[in-house]
Nanobody
Framework: QVQLVESGGGLVQAGGSLRLSCAAS????????MGWYRQAPGKQRELVAT???????NYADSVKGRFTISRDNAKNTVYLQMNSLKPEDTAVYYC??????????????WGQGTQVTVSS
């Protein structure tokens, strides 16, 4: 199993930036992907960005060009750099991971979440 711990959320004004971090521990060497997901009040959780063990990335259309996912294998950490933030980016952001590529939209392992609030 893998344990995921997010950090880096907070309150920021529209147009600002934040960087989220997700530190992984446990059985991480066979993870196929890690990613970021978010859930706004009253909405379903949605995929934001994923990165595979080989470094391939995938983004939701709503964040393309503004968010960047990256990983530091030496630190077992995945980052989400969020620029040009909008009020509609306000949500709880979750880190997710799995050993199977087919679960990219709903992985089996989750962190506890970190709140991101963008004020207008």
């Amino acid at each position: 199993q893998v344990q995921l711990v997010e950090s880096g959320g907070g309150l920021v004004q529209a147009g600002g930036s934040l960087r989220l971090s997700c530190a992984a521990s446990g059985s991480i060497f066979r993870l196929i992907f890690m990613g970021w997901y978010r859930q706004a009040p009253g909405k379903q959780r949605e995929l934001v960005a994923t990165i595979t063990s080989g470094g391939s990335t995938n983004y939701a259309d709503s964040v393309k060009g503004r968010f960047t996912i990256s990983r530091d294998n030496a630190k077992n950490t995945v980052y989400l750099q969020m620029n040009s933030l909008k009020p509609e980016d306000t949500a709880v952001y979750y880190c997710g991971a799995d050993y199977y590529s087919g679960t990219a939209y709903s992985p089996n392992y989750w962190g506890q979440g970190t709140q991101v609030t963008v004020s207008s």
